[in-house]
């Protein structure tokens, strides 16, 4: 899960997980490159005790209950633990000063463990409404984090952050087809599965069908429709947010190009954005 690819943060660390959309951009206002590599670090210290290494399940769903009773340390004025006082230090600090509303943040763990949970039983998800709530949880509080940093609260414009974040997250999903299936995730909803025709068993070849084909397609509409319905978002953001705004929008729609040039292919090759697509993606984003 790559939620925290959307955070579009400057963070003191160097990164070294690969990101869609930049993680280090000079168009972050200088005075929220802290809080906003504050959270970058919660979530992608979360996204790494769900995702990287060898851990069995069990011991991940305990990290990150032990993760969350650190959250709900700092929510309520005390002190984190040792373990990840180079996570929480910080966010307490930010959490005091800029009244961030923790829920959201426990939003964010709870899908972590989702993913923890999905992934140990082999689980996909029933249809779209079911992928949408885990979207609403992974990757939502993101943006809704951000523009309550920006100082942008009206219902409009978090409506449209919650469909930018969720069509990036389902651009990452179709994005690694390639990658999840091995490892047990199956994002493709099975309704949407069943309707083409695919079966599960048709995704684990990793072999592109007439019928996966169209599969993704379908689903590649999908998100380029919800990222379309919140892209206005990048108007009420003022000066170096809302450019950065554009371009994270366009870094998504850049990937959903490329999944469609692919045609079903994305099940093993992974569209990544190179360095020449920049001018494209800056001509559409200045055309905004």
């Known amino acids: 899960m790559d939620c925290q690819a959307t955070i579009g943060a400057v963070t003191p660390q160097p990164i070294t997980h690969y990101e869609n959309f930049p993680v280090a951009s000079l168009l972050c206002p200088p005075q929220l490159r802290a809080p906003i590599a504050a959270l970058y670090a919660f979530a992608r210290t979360a996204d790494d005790i ?6 069995p399940a069990a011991q991940r769903l305990a990290d990150l209950a032990a993760y969350r009773a650190d959250l709900q340390a700092i929510a309520a004025g005390g ?22 509303p923790a829920p959201l943040l426990g939003d964010l763990l709870s899908a972590f463990v989702q993913d923890v949970e999905k992934t140990r039983d082999g689980a996909g998800y029933a249809d779209r409404a079911e992928l949408l709530d885990y979207c609403r949880r992974s990757a939502n509080p993101v943006g809704r984090l951000l523009l309550h940093l920006y100082g942008v609260h009206d219902a409009e414009a978090l409506e449209q952050s919650d469909a930018i974040c969720t ?12 990658e999840d299936i091995p490892r047990g995730r199956f994002y493709l909803p099975e309704a949407d599965c069943a309707a083409h025709g ?3 068993a048709d995704l684990q070849t990793l072999r592109s069908t007439p019928q996966t084909t169209e599969l993704i397609a379908a689903s590649t ?7 379309l319905k919140g892209s206005k978002l990048v108007h009420q953001l003022p000066g170096r947010a809302g ?7 366009q870094g998504g729609l850049c990937i959903l190009d490329k999944v469609d040039t692919l045609r079903g292919a ?8 190179r360095a020449w ?3 494209l993606m800056l001509a559409r984003a200045f055309a905004m």
């Open 277 to 279: 697509d920049a001018p």
């Open 221 to 227: 509409v999908w998100a380029r429709a919800t990222m």
């Open 79 to 100: 002190a984190p633990s040792a373990r990840w006082a180079a996570v929480f230090t910080p966010l307490s600090a930010v959490l005091r000063s800029h009244r961030l």
């Open 243 to 249: 450019w950065e705004l554009r371009l994270v929008v």
């Open 198 to 200: 695919v079966r599960r």
């Open 266 to 273: 994305s099940l093993h090759t992974r569209p990544r954005i």
């Open 50 to 55: 769900a995702d990287e290494g060898e851990a």
């Open 167 to 178: 069509a990036l997250q389902l651009i990452n999903f179709w994005q690694d087809l390639g």
